[in-house]
C-alpha cells in the first residue's frame, strides 16, 4: 500500500484544523454536547479562549478566536506532515528490505 501524497496530508490538517473547532463551537452554542476536558485533546490551541472570558462578542473576542483555529489549523498541519514523514521512511524501509539495499 502506497502512501497518499504529501499535498493531500497537508489539505487534511488545514481542513481538520479548521473543521474540528468550528465543529465544537457550533455543538457547544446549541448545546449539543458539553465541552470538557477532551477539547485540548482535538483543539489544542483552545487555551487561548480564556482571553475571551470577559469581552463577549467584541471584535477582540473575534480576533482571538480567529487566531486560536489559525494556530489549530498550524498544529494539525505539522503533525499530520510528521505522520506522513514517518510513513514515507517507514515505507523506504521496508522497501531497501525486499530489494537487499538496507538502509
Known sequence: ??????RYAIFCGVTLGFVV???V?????????SVGEWLLFIWPSSILLM?????GYSPEA???VAMSIGANI????LVFSLLWSLGWVFQRWRLS???????
Open 74 to 77: 498550524i498544529l494539525y498541519t
Open 21 to 23: 473547532p468550528v465543529f
Open 62 to 64: 473575534f480576533g482571538i
Open 1 to 6: 500500500m502506497s502512501l497518499p501524497r504529501l
Open 51 to 55: 482571553a475571551t472570558e470577559n469581552l
Open 25 to 33: 463551537m457550533v455543538g457547544a452554542r446549541f448545546r449539543v454536547f
Open 97 to 103: 528490505l525486499r530489494d537487499g539495499t538496507t538502509i
